[in-house]
Structure formats: structure tokens, C-alpha cells
């Protein structure tokens, strides 16, 4: 790939630091901010008077036009320059997010969330496309190692501060976001080399974006509003819309020659299958990640500190054990891993089913956290793999923005989907028993997308990955596990965004 820019830059060096720090900041900034509004809807609920439905849209306005443009957000990167397009981002989500702190009502919150989902677009492709963009060779793979071992760091600290923020004032959850934007603007422009591809088409999927957002945006709202309104004139005409629109997208990426999403690498049995497992199992954590925060502060009494930072055991055990489970995958193949971590963590799902008022966290929260985590470390890595080995090596990049982008629409339309199914709106999170009733269903129903997920992983993921690999992608087998294993911090929020092979393999 070519660079106006050569990649010359070293891990060890003052600039190869700049960079490095820049890109753990960028990234950082659009993942904590998502862990943290979990914890904040119940006092954005109270302080804002909201009802569930404004709640749901707290979470899914961000993670729509996230998940809508994410793949535009790094074309654009490719085509005038990956850090401009990025500093852009963080400037974008830096404005969102004052707007987010100053916001008098759920409304003015709902769109200003809908424009830090435009910057995170923006930003989140940016980060690791600048690491792959400066360094090179050996230099490269260190670099991404260090971009996610200290974005794991950021993941697990995030709830600490989160919590402790939100304890003083939510407010202070979005407003914290501008001296970090300001110091990642500073350093960026100093530090930063740009780059972009020059061989990078100036056409966009324009029409496809557009389809993309209308659908997922009307699907979302109909799905939403039906936990109200029920089988209303606008449910039925906004699910309509929404149906229309994804599937004028689909046609709309079979014939344009510059598609967001090539829909031939569809034609693989064993990508479909892989991102089909990422849809139902990414549902069911976006649900999760949701309702159990709110579940411990208004039924169990929880603090938003301890709330919030209830889930941090998935993430400590996910940084110990998926780089084995990707080593694991390589040598047995991704199909067990693939079945046996979906199933490992519907029972803690389940399990977690049971928590309710006066719930110990030792006794009652913890253990099955363990037991969800243990399911994801054994699940992610080779959920990963199998996706960028499916895929031909000049597609990889495209392929992991797929996965990445199925990951967030299955979340947004879970948090949609399934507290409606399970009866929760209105009121229902200021009312203990009723919230309570609502959460035991909406955790059976997202276990049973766990366990659909791993019949589903069970069913059609067959061939170990270096045989689901082009022949000549074999010789890049092990480089790919390792960069693998050393991404999988990511796997709770989505799938890792790795930088593409160029024609000849070779990571750019």
C-alpha cells in the first residue's frame, strides 16, 4: 500500500512514544466512554426524568451511527489522510460530548450521543491504521502489541473512574472527555505522521451508508417503540422503513463498484457462519452489558462504583486466557472453542438470571461473571481468526470492519429487541420488582442467543484455519495468531480492527 508518508518510525524512540500514546488515547476514549454511560443511565433516568425507551436510545443513538459508519470512517482515513480524519474524530466527539454534559433533557442527550457515534466512526479505524501506517516490520507487530495491551489497561480502569464519576455527577462522564481530546489534538498534530493510501478509489459508498443508517436507524426505532406503543401504525411503518433500507443496502453493495461491504465474501460458508455466531453472541453481551448495571444499582442496591465495575473480572480473565485459546484454536481448530464458549457463558448468563435484592457481590455477582468471562476467553480469539482467515488476504482489513460492524449492529438491536420481549419500559427501572421480573427474562432470552450460537458454531464452522486460509496466507498463519492474541482485549466491546494485507500479503 502506498504512504505519503514512509514507515520508518521505531518502537523505543521520543516519536515512536508520541504515536503510540496518541493512538491508546484515541481508542481509549471512544471505549470508556461506552462502559461508562452503562453506568450512568440510571441517574441520567432520574436527573433527566426519562423512561426506558430514552435510556435504550442513550446506548443505541452512539452505537448506531457508530456501527453505520464505521467503515466510512476508514475509507475516508485511506483517502485524505488517516490522521487528519482521525484528529477530525476526536474534535467531533470531543464537541458531542460537551453537548452530552450540558444536555437539559433526554432528547438534546439522544442526538448529541447520535453525533459522539459520528466521531467514534471517524476516530476508532484511525487508531490502529495510524500504528500500521508508521511502523513497520518487527517495529509493527510490537507497536500493535503495545496498542492493546494498554488499551486493555484503559478497559479495566474505565469502570473504576466511571463509576466514581458518575457517583459525583454523570455529567462529569461526557465533560471528562475534552482535556483528553485536547492533549490526543496536540499531540496528534506535532507527533503524528500522516499517511493515506494513494492508490485509495475518491469514489464512496455514499447511497450504501445512507440505506445503512435509515435502515438500522428506523429498524432500531420501530423495535424500540413497540415496548410502548405496541403493534402501532408508526411501529409497524418505522419496522417497514427499516426493512426496506437494509435490504436496498444489500442490493445497493451487489452492484457498486466501491462497496462498503463486498457481499462475495459472503460466498464463504465459513465467514457467514463466523459473523452469524458474532451476531447472536454480540447481542446478547450488548443486553448484558446494559441491564446489569442497572439491575444491581436499582434491585441489589449497588453503588455505580461497584455496579460498575461488577463485570471487571471478564476482563481480567480475557487478557490472561485468550491468547491461549487463540493458540488452542490454531492447533484443534476453531470449531470447538467456537461451541464450547458460547455454552460456558449462557450458563453464567443464566446464572445471572437469579440476582436480585439484597444480592451478595462475592456470592451472587461474582461467580457467574467468572463463569460468562471464562466463555468469552475461550470464544473471542478464535471467533477473530476464523473470520480474517476466511476471507482472502487482499480482503482482511474489510473483513475484521465487517466483523466489527455486525458485532455493533447485533448490540444495537438487541437493547432494542429484547427488553421489549422481556416487558421492560416506561418506568419499570425506578420499580425494583418490576425491573427485577424484566431482567431474569431479558437474561434467559439472551442466553438462548448463546446457546443459538454456538449450535450455529457447532453446525457449519468446520475446517481447522490454516485449511480455511488461501494457500498463500499459510505462511502467515502464526503472525496472525499472535497479532490475535494480542487484540483480544477488544473482544468484549467488538471484535479487534486490524490493519489490512496489502497484494501481496503483507500486513500494511
Same mark, same amino acid.
Given at each position: 500500500?502506498?504512504?505519503?508518508?514512509?514507515?520508518?518510525?521505531?518502537?523505543?524512540?521520543?516519536?515512536?512514544?508520541?504515536?503510540?500514546?496518541?493512538?491508546?488515547?484515541?481508542?481509549?476514549?471512544?471505549?470508556?466512554?461506552?462502559?461508562?454511560?452503562?453506568?450512568?443511565? !440510571?441517574?441520567? =433516568?432520574?436527573?433527566?426524568?426519562?423512561?426506558?425507551?430514552?435510556?435504550?436510545?442513550?446506548?443505541?443513538? /452512539?452505537?448506531?451511527?457508530?456501527?453505520?459508519?464505521?467503515?466510512?470512517?476508514?475509507?475516508? $482515513?485511506?483517502?485524505?489522510?488517516?490522521?487528519? &480524519?482521525?484528529?477530525?474524530?476526536?474534535?467531533?466527539?470531543?464537541?458531542?460530548?460537551?453537548?452530552?454534559?450540558?444536555?437539559?433533557?433526554?432528547?438534546?442527550?439522544?442526538?448529541?450521543?447520535?453525533?459522539? $457515534?459520528?466521531?467514534?466512526?471517524?476516530?476508532?479505524?484511525?487508531?490502529?491504521?495510524?500504528?500500521?501506517?508508521?511502523?513497520?516490520?518487527?517495529?509493527?507487530?510490537?507497536?500493535?502489541?503495545?496498542?492493546?495491551?494498554?488499551?486493555?489497561?484503559?478497559? #479495566?480502569?474505565?469502570?473504576?473512574? %466511571?463509576?466514581?464519576?458518575?457517583?459525583?455527577?454523570?455529567?462529569?462522564?461526557?465533560?471528562?472527555?475534552?482535556?483528553?481530546?485536547?492533549?490526543?489534538?496536540?499531540?496528534?498534530? *506535532?507527533? &503524528?505522521?500522516?499517511?493515506?493510501?494513494?492508490?485509495?478509489?475518491?469514489?464512496?459508498?455514499?447511497?450504501?451508508?445512507?440505506?445503512?443508517?435509515?435502515?438500522?436507524?428506523?429498524?432500531? /426505532?420501530?423495535?424500540?417503540?413497540?415496548?410502548?406503543?405496541?403493534?402501532? !401504525?408508526?411501529?409497524? =411503518?418505522?419496522?417497514?422503513?427499516?426493512?426496506?433500507?437494509?435490504?436496498?443496502?444489500?442490493?445497493?453493495?451487489?452492484?457498486?463498484?466501491?462497496?462498503?461491504?463486498?457481499?462475495?465474501?459472503?460466498?464463504?460458508?465459513?465467514?457467514?457462519?463466523?459473523? #452469524? &455466531?458474532?451476531?447472536?453472541? /454480540?447481542?446478547?453481551?450488548? +443486553?448484558?452489558?446494559?441491564?446489569?448495571?442497572?439491575?444491581?444499582?436499582?434491585?441489589? =442496591?449497588?453503588?455505580?462504583?461497584?455496579?460498575?465495575?461488577?463485570?471487571?473480572?471478564?476482563?481480567?480473565?480475557?487478557?490472561?486466557?485468550?491468547?491461549?485459546?487463540?493458540?488452542?484454536?490454531?492447533?484443534?481448530?476453531? *470449531?470447538?472453542?467456537?461451541?464450547?464458549?458460547?455454552?460456558?457463558?449462557?450458563?453464567?448468563?443464566?446464572?445471572?438470571?437469579?440476582? %436480585?435484592?439484597?444480592?451478595? /457481590?462475592?456470592?451472587?455477582?461474582?461467580?457467574?461473571?467468572?463463569?460468562?468471562?471464562?466463555?468469552?476467553?475461550?470464544?473471542?480469539?478464535?471467533?477473530?481468526?476464523?473470520?480474517?482467515?476466511?476471507?482472502?488476504?487482499?480482503?482482511?482489513?474489510?473483513?475484521?470492519?465487517?466483523?466489527?460492524?455486525?458485532?455493533?449492529?447485533? !448490540?444495537?438491536?438487541?437493547?432494542?429487541?429484547?427488553? +421489549?420481549?422481556? !416487558?421492560?419500559?416506561?418506568?419499570?427501572?425506578?420499580?425494583?420488582?418490576?425491573?427485577?421480573?424484566?431482567?431474569?427474562?431479558?437474561?434467559?432470552?439472551?442466553? &438462548?442467543?448463546?446457546?443459538?450460537?454456538?449450535?450455529?458454531?457447532?453446525?457449519?464452522?468446520?475446517?481447522?484455519?490454516?485449511?480455511?486460509?488461501?494457500?498463500?496466507?499459510?505462511?502467515?498463519?502464526?503472525?496472525? *495468531?499472535?497479532?490475535?492474541?494480542?487484540?483480544?482485549?477488544?473482544?468484549?466491546?467488538?471484535?479487534?480492527?486490524?490493519?489490512?494485507?496489502?497484494?501481496?500479503?503483507?500486513?500494511?
Amino acid at each position: 500500500m502506498t504512504q505519503t508518508a514512509e514507515a520508518t518510525l521505531r518502537m523505543g524512540t521520543a516519536r515512536g512514544r508520541w504515536v503510540l500514546l496518541t493512538t491508546v488515547l484515541g481508542s481509549g476514549l471512544a471505549m470508556l466512554d461506552a462502559t461508562v454511560v452503562n453506568v450512568a443511565l !440510571g441517574r441520567i =433516568g432520574t436527573d433527566l426524568d426519562a423512561g426506558f425507551a430514552g435510556l435504550q436510545w442513550t446506548v443505541n443513538a /452512539y452505537t448506531l451511527t457508530l456501527a453505520s459508519l464505521i467503515l466510512l470512517g476508514g475509507s475516508l $482515513g485511506d483517502r485524505f489522510g488517516r490522521r487528519r &480524519v482521525f484528529v477530525i474524530g476526536v474534535a467531533w466527539f470531543a464537541a458531542a460530548s460537551l453537548l452530552c454534559g450540558l444536555a437539559p433533557n433526554i432528547e438534546t442527550l439522544v442526538a448529541a450521543r447520535a453525533l459522539q $457515534g459520528v466521531g467514534g466512526a471517524l476516530l476508532t479505524p484511525g487508531s490502529l491504521a495510524i500504528i500500521s501506517a508508521s511502523f513497520h516490520g518487527p517495529d509493527r507487530a510490537a507497536a500493535v502489541g503495545a496498542w492493546s495491551g494498554l488499551g486493555g489497561l484503559a478497559g #479495566a480502569f474505565g469502570p473504576f473512574v %466511571g463509576g466514581w464519576l458518575v457517583e459525583w455527577n454523570w455529567r462529569a462522564v461526557f465533560l471528562v472527555n475534552l482535556p483528553v481530546a485536547l492533549v490526543i489534538i496536540a499531540v496528534a498534530s *506535532r507527533h &503524528v505522521p500522516e499517511s493515506r493510501d494513494a492508490s485509495a478509489s475518491d469514489r464512496f459508498d455514499t447511497v450504501g451508508t445512507v440505506l445503512a443508517v435509515v435502515g438500522l436507524g428506523a429498524l432500531t /426505532y420501530g423495535l424500540t417503540a413497540a415496548g410502548e406503543q405496541g403493534a402501532s !401504525g408508526t411501529v409497524v =411503518g418505522a419496522c417497514l422503513i427499516g426493512a426496506l433500507g437494509l435490504a436496498g443496502f444489500v442490493w445497493v453493495e451487489h452492484r457498486s463498484r466501491n462497496p462498503l461491504v463486498p457481499l462475495g465474501l459472503f460466498g464463504n460458508a465459513q465467514f457467514s457462519a463466523a459473523n #452469524a &455466531v458474532t451476531f447472536l453472541v /454480540y447481542g446478547a453481551l450488548g +443486553v448484558l452489558f446494559v441491564l446489569l448495571v442497572l439491575q444491581l444499582q436499582v434491585v441489589s =442496591g449497588f453503588s455505580p462504583l461497584l455496579a460498575g465495575t461488577s463485570l471487571l473480572p471478564v476482563t481480567a480473565i480475557m487478557l490472561v486466557f485468550s491468547s491461549r485459546a487463540g493458540a488452542l484454536a490454531q492447533r484443534i481448530g476453531p *470449531r470447538v472453542p467456537m461451541t464450547l464458549g458460547p455454552l460456558i457463558s449462557a450458563a453464567g448468563v443464566l446464572w445471572m438470571s437469579r440476582i %436480585g435484592a439484597d444480592a451478595s /457481590y462475592l456470592v451472587d455477582v461474582l461467580p457467574p461473571v467468572v463463569v460468562f468471562g471464562a466463555g468469552l476467553a475461550v470464544m473471542v480469539a478464535p471467533l477473530t481468526a476464523t473470520v480474517l482467515d476466511s476471507a482472502p488476504d487482499r480482503f482482511a482489513g474489510v473483513a475484521s470492519g465487517v466483523n466489527n460492524a455486525v458485532a455493533r449492529a447485533a !448490540g444495537l438491536l438487541a437493547v432494542a429487541v429484547i427488553p +421489549v420481549a422481556a !416487558g421492560l419500559a416506561g418506568d419499570d427501572y425506578t420499580e425494583p420488582a418490576g425491573f427485577s421480573e424484566g431482567f431474569s427474562r431479558a437474561m434467559v432470552l439472551s442466553a &438462548v442467543l448463546l446457546l443459538v450460537g454456538a449450535a450455529l458454531a457447532a453446525a457449519f464452522v468446520r475446517r481447522p484455519l490454516a485449511a480455511a486460509a488461501e494457500p498463500e496466507a499459510v505462511a502467515d498463519a502464526e503472525e496472525e *495468531r499472535m497479532r490475535i492474541e494480542d487484540c483480544t482485549h477488544c473482544g468484549v466491546a467488538g471484535p479487534p480492527l486490524h490493519p489490512p494485507r496489502d497484494a501481496q500479503g503483507s500486513r500494511t
